[in-house]
């Protein structure tokens, strides 16, 4: 990576604890298409996004990312928010123009296009039950709702939490239905969905389970975890010992950033090339 005066800079602004994979995926894509561009990834408390986005503003940065807890905070830190972006609740792109700032959300498309490319599944009159009410839940059933799933089942462990996405479905022509994340209730209603998805943060150290067994999946179904470190978790491993067709977050993770990437940069993005360098950053795969 070369850079110089001349060089377009986006950038990730994250918590402390960011670990992220990004950076190899967008520097990949700059490189393949010849942009003299860099992405960089910052640490920035929670307290001061405010001022990082105006110093962004004045030091140039064409665009940036957001990771949690700033993708939500940002919603009142922007001159404009996408309607699909309020819709979902949360910012994880930002377009940075000299007079204003715009802020995008491409997690709800990244996912949809992670299940058409692993599941070959569209979403419109399927039933999907999402796990977990935080950013990541609430846009992933705020999407399903947005293309036409016929219903949507959100699962928490703090119930009070699913009911801002409760209210957005109801504009939507999807029916709606809340439940605790326990197995009793999960085990109610799992043989009616067609797609599982994790959205809560259990599985991401080894041995995080969420208790439901091998009994509660069937071939037909799908079950995605959005979490793709481990790239097999407690959860996918027991749907595929059921027969269930599973995928991990790699993808999701990627189309969202490609997303982000056409939004800044108006060019088409080289998914191979993002792919292979995320595969690379993550797993250590050379292939
Ligand atoms: P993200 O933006 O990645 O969704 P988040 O907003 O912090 O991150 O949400 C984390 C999700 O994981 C929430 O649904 C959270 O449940 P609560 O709303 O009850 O906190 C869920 N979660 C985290 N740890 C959990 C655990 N040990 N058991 C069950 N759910 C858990």
Known sequence: MHIDGLTTIVGVFGAPIMHTASPAMHNAAFEALGMNWVYLAFHVDPQHLRTALQGAREMGLVGLNLTVPHKILALDCLDEIDPEARKVGAVNTIVIEKDKTRGFNTDGSGFLKAVKEDFNLSIKGKRVLVLGAGGAGRGIAVKCALDGAAKVF????????????????????????????????????????????????????????????????????????????????????????????????????????????????????????MRRALRAAIYGDKS
Not at 200 to 210: H, I, P, Q, R
Not at 257 to 267: L, S, V
């Open 154 to 273: 959100v699962a928490n462990r703090t119930l009070a939490k699913i009911e801002p996405i409760a209210r957005e479905i109801a504009s939507t022509k999807s029916e709606f239905q809340s439940l605790a994340l326990t197995v009793d209730a999960i085990q109610k209603v799992i043989h009616e969905v067609d797609l599982v998805v994790n959205a809560t943060s259990v599985g991401l150290k080894e041995g995080d389970s969420l208790g439901l067994g091998a009994e509660l999946f069937s071939p037909r179904q799908h079950v995605y975890d959005t979490i793709y470190r481990p790239a097999e978790t407690q959860l996918l491993q027991v749907a595929e010992s059921a027969g269930a067709k599973v995928a991990n977050g790699l993808s999701m993770l990627l189309h969202q950033g490609a997303r982000a990437f056409e939004i800044w940069t108006k060019r088409k993005a080289p998914l191979a090339v």
